[in-house]
């Protein structure tokens, strides 16, 4: 079964500095999908950025990308310039691209807070 | 396009009541997936359908748990015998097979279940 693991409950970072958020998982999938998911206070998920597992570059959007090591199994997520409105709770995701179950396997999350 | 929407945002239902969850998912998508959030975790996994096809149920959807897609469009989620246990935030969400964003999940607001 897959796992997918965030290590950091919560963490801080002040406005216009870079943060990682960490992510590891654990399949013997090789193909799949890997995506992070931002969740403001009291409103929906959204999707931030995603990564397909054949591709070797690494995702990016914007001041959002992301550090994937495959044979690791590691997915991290790099905010640049943060902004007041990246505080939010952050999802890793793993989904496995073969045919059959589509379901996301969720972290615990890691709660996001830019100060001033 | 509106996004997905869910109904009611809230409810407060007391032990042993049995309450109803609606999602309207995105008109063109054909995968819809039912989610259990509780508090400081991430979203599991309950149930997807594909069109009007349930294909898999988690092992946490006890037989009091039941969803129902009919025609392929809305879909409903039915808690029986409500427990204390069941509260939660119950999300929706939905995606499509095809198209730049194939396998790319779009959540709703959730509904927050409180059960007394």
């Known amino acids: 079964a897959q796992t997918v693991t965030q290590s950091q409950p919560e963490m801080s970072v002040q406005e216009a500095e870079t943060v990682t958020l960490s992510c590891t998982y654990d399949t013997s999938e090789n193909n799949y999908y890997l995506f992070w998911y931002k969740q403001p206070p009291s409103r929906q998920m959204i999707l931030v950025i995603r990564q397909e597992a054949y591709k070797q570059q690494n995702a990016t959007e914007n001041r959002f990308s992301v550090n994937f090591q495959k044979a690791a199994k590691s997915f991290s997520l790099k905010i640049s310039d943060s902004q007041l409105g990246d505080t939010a709770m952050y999802f890793c995701?793993?989904?496995?691209?073969?045919?059959?179950?589509?379901?996301?396997?969720f972290g615990t999350g890691t709660r996001l807070k830019v100060l001033a | 396009d509106t996004g997905v929407s869910q109904n009611p945002r809230h409810k407060i239902t007391k032990r042993g009541q049995n309450v109803t969850f609606r999602c309207d998912p995105i008109?063109?998508?054909?995968?819809l997936y039912w989610y259990r959030q509780t508090l400081g975790q991430g979203p599991e996994f309950l149930t997807y359908?594909?069109?009007?096809?349930?294909?898999?149920k988690s092992r946490l959807l006890s037989d009091r748990f039941s969803a129902e897609r009919p025609k392929g469009s809305f879909s409903t989620l039915e808690i029986q015998r409500t427990e204390q246990g069941d509260s939660a935030m119950y999300l929706c969400?939905?995606?499509?097979?095809?198209?730049?964003?194939?396998?790319?999940?779009?959540f709703g607001p959730g509904t927050r279940l409180t059960v007394l």
């Open positions: 969400a939905s995606s499509r097979v095809s198209g730049g964003d194939q396998n790319e999940q779009f």
């Open positions: 995701a793993f989904m496995k691209r073969t045919s059959g179950t589509y379901k996301y396997i």
């Open positions: 359908f594909q069109n009007e096809a349930q294909l898999e």
């Open positions: 008109s063109e998508h054909n995968r």
